[in-house]
Each structure stands twice: as C-alpha cells, then as structure tokens.
C-alpha cells in the first residue's frame, strides 16, 4: 500500500525527494497533522561556516517550521569536541573551545536568512548542546546513560563497521559520539518537547540510538526521518566545486561565485535542484527541468537566483544576476565578482599573470596557472594572456582589472593606494 500523508510537511518530503526513510510515517504524520511538532537536526561546527552539503537538512528545517512546526537548530558545541566518526576514514582534527566558538558564531547567522526566531510556538529555536554536554559528571554520566547501550549493536551500525571492516582506527573518544548525540534527542524532548530528529541517511544509526534512550527514560514516543546523500548526476559528493567547499558563508564564498555554482549545474540535476533547494511549485520544477537545449540555461539561471535569494538576501541575488548578465553578455567587469587588492610595492618588484591568478584563488599552483595560460584559458580585461611569464606593471591597473580563468571564473584587482 502506497502511504498518502495527511500533513503537509510529510507531503512536501515526500514528493520533492527529501526523504529516504522515516523510522515511522503514520505514526510521525498523525502528530504533524494535529499539533505543532518541534523537530531538530544538529550541525557541528568544524568550519566557519556550513556548506551547500547542509543545505538539504536547512531546507527540510525551513519546511517543518512553513507547514506549522517547530524547528530547532542544535549548535554541536559539545558534540565538536568529540566529532562525528560516521564514514569518515579518520579522526577529525580536535579543534579548541575558542575555535569552535568562533565557528559557532560564522554559521549562527546563516540561519537567520531561512527562518523565524521568536517567542511563538512556532518560531525556531537555535540551542547548543554544550549546555548540558560541558559540565557532565562522567561517572555518573555512565550509571546513568551507560547501560541504555549496546556495544554489541554500536558496532553494527553501518557508520561504525565500516570503518572497522577497512581496519582503520575508532578511537574511544570518538566512539562515545554517538552516545552524546542520543543524549542530545532525550534532552531536547525533555526540555522542549521535541518528537522529531532528522538528518542524513548516515545518521540513522544515531538516530535511533536517541529515540530508544528516550523511550526508556522518558517513555517518550519520537520520531526520526532521514534524507538521502546527494550527489550530483556526475558522482561528485554534493557541496564540493573544483574549487573546493560550496560555503554558504558570503565571508567565505562570494554571493557571485555562489551564484555561478548553481548556474554551472548539470542539465540533469536542474529539476531535482529545483525541488530540494527552492520553494518553486512542484509542477514548475518539473518542467523547466524537463527543457532541453540552451532553453535548460534559463532554468538555471531561475536556480541559482532563487537559491541565491534564500541564502543572501533578494537584493544580493538580483545584484549578482545583474553582474553575471554584465560579465557574460556584455563583457563588463561586474561590480559584484570577487574582490582583491595588490600593493603597489608588490607589482613594482615583479607581480606576474601567473601569480595574480594564485592570489586571486583562480588557479591553486603555479604550475596550474602557467598551464591555464598556455592553454589560452587566461585574460586580462577581456584580452587573452600568451606568455606565461607575463608581468604586470602599475599602468595595468590605472582602473580594477578582471582577470579571468576561462570564460566563468573571474575577479577584480585593485591597486592599493
């Protein structure tokens, strides 16, 4: 039998994919559909800022709270200290209290842009697991919450085994992961009433882990839903560019740059794209990602000006969508691209093309921008650059100069004064 959900959040999952499994559908959608469900998902802070990898569990977050939910976002203060081991090859570097402060304090503002935080029943609340995670007492910790779990299971969760099946080392610090992340789910129900986990199909395992801790401390019924990791139709790991992490961060990313990754999408994502990370009308999604052609270039242009407007803001998307028409068709400099200054004593001792690209993040190496260059992939301002030792003068950058690698990537220079 086919589950036809009551409630529009379920609805919503359900048929614009964010969904790859519910620990309990009837269960979780007879709750959504009569009262105001808080539902939570955790986010450590091992960067400054989150990347378009989280952006699946934001949306589903923004979702919960438009169709009358409670969303809570938990900052992993705590849980960071320890980090996640699921599928990762290695231990994750220990990263101090004052960095992960400060990585707390660049990704709390991201949020902002995609819900309401308020004292309504509905407004999102943002809560950091190191206020009950900080000052446990071990032993008791143990006597406590301990005995609630199994090793023998731990180690079949599929994060765990597969690590160790390739005999790569699971430290102990980072096996009591899970444990904490249990707690996390039966301190926010007790505290906030929350019913619902959710997260990556990698966290299942953790998941239930919390939903069976708060049955049996709390004889709480809660629920978990997990989304499935994407990738984009090529096999490459959501989140990731040839240049490295997507930040959603404008500190980190440039709102143009972001822009441009969203316009780069492959003709095959553009419908899936549409439904996961704009609110478009399903049917809407569906045929512009059904268009073929050059008529599919518009549909990504509508992708990434909506996916630009819900991260930074509609007059930052129209501004960067202004700049890209400039760049593009007419050649322009773009007011909005990347931004980079050089000192007049750096260029008066010998600043080459070459160099500028690596400064200016185009290109990672010398050997890549020299490259670049010999393969007619470098400009200046539009005009072609040949010689790959090239050296830039002051006179070059009498106005901002773009330099550019290839036909999308671009930047200005400007000569400090």
């Known amino acids: 039998m086919v589950f036809r959900p009551k409630s529009d959040f379920l609805n919503i999952m359900i048929s614009r994919g964010f969904i790859s499994d519910c620990t309990d559908y009837e269960g979780l959608d007879h709750l959504l559909n009569s009262q105001i469900c808080p539902g939570y998902i955790g986010f450590d802070a091992t960067a400054k800022s989150l990347h378009v990898g989280s952006l699946m569990q934001i949306m589903m977050l923004r979702w919960l709270q438009k169709t009358g939910g409670k969303p809570i976002t938990l900052m992993g203060g705590g849980t960071t200290k320890v980090g996640d081991p699921s599928f990762r090859a290695d231990e994750r570097p220990l990263l101090s209290d004052s960095q992960i402060e400060e990585n707390i304090s660049g990704i709390k503002g991201i949020f902002s842009n995609y819900l309401n935080f308020g004292e309504k029943n509905s407004d999102a609340l943002m809560v950091n697991n190191s206020e009950w995670l900080d000052d446990l007492n071990y032993i008791q910790f143990l006597r406590e919450i301990g005995g609630h779990f199994s090793v023998n299971r731990m180690l079949s969760f599929e994060s765990v085994k597969s690590r160790l099946d390739r005999e790569q080392s699971l430290s102990f610090l980072e096996f009591n992961y899970m444990i904490l992340q249990a707690y996390d789910f039966y301190e926010l129900n007790q505290r906030y009433g929350c019913i619902l986990q959710m997260g990556g199909s990698d966290q299942m395992g953790n998941i239930i882990n919390g939903m069976e801790l708060s049955r049996r ?71 512009l990602g059904s268009l073929k052609g050059s ?33 593009f068709e007419k050649g322009g400099v773009g007011s909005d691209l990347p931004s980079y200054f050089v000192s007049k004593n750096e260029v008066e001792t010998g600043l080459s093309v070459a160099q500028l690209l690596m400064k200016t993040g185009l290109t990672k190496s010398g050997k890549e921008a020299k490259r670049l260059i010999s393969e007619n992939g470098a400009r200046l301002n539009g005009v072609l650059i040949s010689d790959t030792n090239q050296i830039l003068s002051v006179h070059d950058f009498n106005e901002p100069l773009k330099i550019s690698a290839g036909k999308k990537r671009h930047a200005i220079v400007t000569l400090q004064k």
């Open 295 to 327: 008529e599919i270039n518009e549909a990504k242009s509508i992708l990434a000006n909506q996916v630009t407007k819900l991260c930074h803001g509609e007059k930052v998307a129209s501004d960067v969508e202004k700049t890209a028409k400039e760049v």
């Open 217 to 287: 401390k709390a004889n709480s019924k809660v629920f978990g839903l997990t989304s499935p990791l994407l990738t984009t139709s090529d096999g490459k790991k959501m989140g990731k560019s040839q240049n490295g992490a997507v930040w959603l961060n404008k500190e980190m990313l440039s709102p143009f740059d972001f822009w441009q990754f969203w316009r780069n999408t492959a003709d095959a994502d553009v419908g899936k794209f549409l439904k996961l990370y704009t609110e478009i009308d399903l049917i809407e999604c569906e045929k």
